[in-house]
T-cell receptor
Framework: ETGVTQTPRHLVMGMTNKKSLKCEQH?????MYWYKQSAKKPLELMFV???????ENNSVPSRFSPECPNSSHLFLHLHTLQPEDSALYLC????????????FGSGTRLTVV | EDQVTQSPEALRLQEGESSSLNCSYTVSGLRGLFWYRQDPGKGPEFLFTLYSAGEEKEKERLKATLTKKESFLHITAPKPEDSATYLCAVQDAGNNRKLIWGLGTSLAVNP
């Protein structure tokens, strides 16, 4: 496989559930990102990992917990979510510096009921 | 405050009818301006990076240009397959990672 792969593509979860989103990149990039995309809002950066270290956390609620076990894999662990957390969650990767453009996965469409 | 504004919000064209999308930005120093295309149910797909005023880049029917205040994405003789949302993002020279995103322009090209 090439590019950035996200699973699952769709997820419906109750507010008391615990689930995880997975992202895998096969591009040899050294930075990975989680973004949230909601209707009528610009893309919101959630977390940045560079060389497997979390370098940014944009005031994201603790019910979202990222994990980056190696430079190719990124997870977003979800628990006790709220209905307003329903959105498209996008993973992206790039070379450090970002001036070369980010490569995005197809996203996970999350619905919290 | 860093800001990116895209216009129009939505655009409907007939096949072959050329037009332009606008991305206006305010940053203290521009490191790069990025154009992406996003199809429904998919993640954004990278199109271009522009680094300095006067720079132009082309790809098939798309041409991106940059000034000190805005960028244009010109679409020449569009086809229905060009229908998508086009996103613009800028990177402040003071921050190597964070992109400031616009809301996008939703383009529909009718056959």
């Amino acid at each position: 496989e090439t590019g950035v792969t996200q699973t699952p593509r769709h997820l419906v979860m109750g507010m008391t559930n615990k689930k995880s989103l997975k992202c895998e990149q096969h591009l040899g990039h050294n930075a990975m990102y989680w973004y949230k995309q909601s209707a009528k809002k610009p893309l919101e950066l959630m977390f940045v990992y560079s060389l497997e270290e979390r370098v940014e956390n944009n005031s994201v609620p603790s019910r979202f917990s990222p994990e980056c076990p190696n430079s190719s894999h990124l997870f977003l662990h979800l628990h006790t979510l709220q209905p307003e957390d329903s959105a498209l969650y996008l993973c992206a990767s790039s070379q450090t510096g970002g001036g070369y453009g980010y490569t995005f996965g197809s996203g996970t469409r999350l619905t919290v009921v | 405050e860093d800001q990116v504004t895209q216009s129009p919000e939505a655009l409907r064209l007939q096949e072959g009818e050329s037009s332009s999308l606008n991305c206006s930005y305010t940053v203290s120093g521009l490191r790069g301006l990025f154009w992406y295309r996003q199809d429904p149910g998919k993640g954004p797909e990278f199109l271009f990076t522009l680094y300095s005023a006067g720079e132009e880049k082309e790809k098939e029917r798309l041409k991106a240009t940059l000034t000190k205040k805005e960028s244009f994405l010109h679409i020449t003789a569009p086809k229905p397959e060009d229908s998508a949302t086009y996103l613009c993002a800028v990177q402040d020279a003071g921050n190597n990672r964070k992109l400031i995103w616009g809301l996008g322009t939703s383009l529909a090209v009718n056959p």
